[in-house]
């Protein structure tokens, strides 16, 4: 029988090479550019990398986070996607173990981290990844109830959004955020829906307040409490019901 110590290896170096994937997402789908070709090059330089100049985490701690022909700096955002990735993989196979969707699950959660990353430096966020965390949500057991959550939670910002709208005479809510609440949905359910949107306003608080003036990103915050509430489900609800009854 395998070991724990070496499945969680084994997940973290998976996750960690998804996490070099999304470095490519990130950095090309804003700019329309393809995410198969070409081959990865230096952004300063523009020189084809070598295979081995994209190990994860390993080749920049190998470079000096510097490039190996123009030895101009790389952007620490490579290595700590991947590392965060790699973490991600890890804590959701520690919550799930090895059950046939946590791929599923962890792609989902992959995608928002890319959206996360996205957002924060466009201020924008991409259909196609925002679509992909979404179908990749939906590949769970039933199937069914998972897509009604989803169903109901995109729905229901939806109308909160709409409503919002002509109260403001303005758009209140864009479609990037309809589609995050769907994955939300689709992987928290019911009542952990309502937790993870609570606590995302709850850590988007400070930040807002400080950066009153240029706003901030809303998606990172319903990531992180996404990620956070699903982590913790259990706790989640019993905290719900807490508030709710006493």
């Given at each position: 029988?395998?070991?724990?110590?070496?499945?969680?290896?084994?997940?973290?170096?998976?996750?960690?090479?998804?996490?070099?994937?999304?470095?490519?997402?990130?950095?090309?789908?804003?700019?329309?550019?393809?995410?198969?070709?070409?081959?990865?090059?230096?952004?300063?330089?523009?020189?084809?990398?070598?295979?081995?100049?994209?190990?994860?985490?390993?080749?920049?701690?190998?470079?000096?986070?510097?490039?190996?022909?123009?030895?101009?700096?790389?952007?620490?955002?490579?290595?700590?996607?991947?590392?965060?990735?790699?973490?991600?993989?890890?804590?959701?196979?520690?919550?799930?173990?090895?059950?046939?969707?946590?791929?599923?699950?962890?792609?989902?959660?992959?995608?928002?981290?890319?959206?996360?990353?996205?957002?924060?430096?466009?201020?924008?966020?991409?259909?196609?990844?925002?679509?992909?965390?979404?179908?990749?949500?939906?590949?769970?057991?039933?199937?069914?109830?998972?897509?009604?959550?989803?169903?109901?939670?995109?729905?229901?910002?939806?109308?909160?959004?709409?409503?919002?709208?002509?109260?403001?005479?303005?758009?209140?809510?864009?479609?990037?955020?309809?589609?995050?609440?769907?994955?939300?949905?689709?992987?928290?359910?019911?009542?952990?829906?309502?937790?993870?949107?609570?606590?995302?306003?709850?850590l988007a608080m400070i930040p807002s307040l400080i950066n009153r003036e240029n706003g901030v990103p809303f998606v990172p915050f319903l990531a992180l409490a996404t990620f956070i509430v699903y982590l913790y489900d259990a706790q989640a609800t019993q905290l719900l019901e807490t508030i709710i009854y006493g």
């Amino acid at each position: 029988m395998i070991e724990t110590s070496t499945i969680v290896i084994v997940v973290f170096i998976f996750g960690a090479m998804i996490g070099s994937f999304l470095n490519v997402v990130i950095y090309r789908i804003p700019k329309g550019e393809s995410i198969v070709f070409p081959s990865s090059k230096c952004q300063s330089c523009q020189t084809s990398l070598k295979w081995w100049h994209n190990i994860p985490i390993f080749s920049w701690l190998f470079l000096s986070g510097k490039c190996a022909f123009c030895k101009d700096p790389i952007a620490k955002q490579y290595p700590v996607v991947e590392l965060l990735t790699g973490i991600i993989f890890v804590a959701l196979y520690f919550k799930l173990d090895l059950v046939w969707y946590l791929p599923f699950v962890a792609a989902s959660f992959a995608a928002l981290l890319a959206l996360v990353m996205i957002d924060f430096k466009y201020m924008a966020v991409p259909d196609n990844v925002n679509f992909a965390a979404l179908i990749f949500a939906l590949v769970q057991p039933e199937f069914l109830q998972v897509l009604m959550h989803a169903a109901i939670a995109a729905g229901g910002l939806y109308l909160i959004g709409l409503l919002s709208s002509l109260i403001a005479r303005k758009q209140a809510m864009g479609g990037a955020d309809v589609i995050v609440a769907g994955t939300m949905g689709a992987l928290l359910g019911f009542p952990n829906f309502f937790v993870a949107i609570f606590l995302s306003a709850l850590l988007a608080m400070i930040p807002s307040l400080i950066n009153r003036e240029n706003g901030v990103p809303f998606v990172p915050f319903l990531a992180l409490a996404t990620f956070i509430v699903y982590l913790y489900d259990a706790q989640a609800t019993q905290l719900l019901e807490t508030i709710i009854y006493g």
